[in-house]
């Protein structure tokens, strides 16, 4: 009998199943961990690429010629003031 759909728990197991069970699971979690840690190293080549990305911009931000519009701390007020 399955407890919780689990076979390692169904008393009609001997020890050489349990052990293959237990052997096979393993290696499919072996299997996922390997892809979930080749996602995270893609995911992090792409946000240092974006960060690289970043930096640039705020330096062409910075570089660009300043605009004929004051800083609002050099505004005059409006002649409602």
Partial sequence: MLHNGNR??????????????????????????????????????RLDRMFAQILQLQDRIKSLTPSNIAPPSEETPPPHY
């Fill in 8 to 45: 390692l728990t169904d008393p009609r197991m001997n020890q050489e199943q349990r052990l293959t069970e237990l052997e096979t699971r393993l290696a499919f979690q072996d299997d996922a961990l390997s892809q979930l840690n080749d996602v995270i190293i893609d995911q992090q080549r």
